[in-house]
């Protein structure tokens, strides 16, 4: 059993950056691949950025490409998902997931039902 919790969603003008957590707790986090995604008000949950367990590159959505940077911590069982330039039609709840693949796994899982668990979501709002 993983439990997550995201943090770092804050309210702020458009052009300013954010950088959101997500810690995880339980064992064998390396197992995991970790996926952010995001739920703008009215709209469906949308995959944002993900890693993958073969060589730990990173596959980002088109909208984002450029402007988010995924990064992961092992040792402190964390991933960062540091959001540049931000817009007001980035205004959403991030969630951070998690899912357990086998060591050599090479896929980007971009879609939100291959994930085993969730974290509650951290609000992001952004003004013009």
């Known amino acids: 059993q993983v439990r997550l919790v995201e943090s770092g969603g804050e309210s702020v003008q458009a052009g300013h950056s954010l950088k959101l957590s997500c810690t995880a707790s339980?064992?064998?986090?390396?197992?995991?691949?970790m996926g952010w995604f995001r739920q703008a008000p009215g709209k469906e949950r949308e995959f944002v950025a993900v890693?993958?367990?073969?060589?730990?590159?990173?596959k980002y959505a088109d909208a984002m490409r450029g402007r988010c940077t995924f990064s992961r911590d092992n040792a402190k069982n964390m991933v960062f998902l540091q959001i540049f330039d931000l817009e007001p039609v980035d205004t959403a709840v991030y969630y951070c997931?998690?899912?357990?693949?086998?060591?050599?796994?090479?896929?980007?899982?971009?879609?939100?039902?291959?994930?085993?668990?969730w974290g509650q979501g951290t609000q992001v709002t952004v003004s013009s």
């Open positions: 997931a998690a899912k357990s693949v086998y060591e050599g796994n090479f896929f980007y899982h971009t879609d939100e039902e291959d994930y085993d668990y």
């Open positions: 339980g064992p064998a986090f390396e197992t995991y691949v």
């Open positions: 890693d993958r367990r073969s060589d730990g590159n990173v």
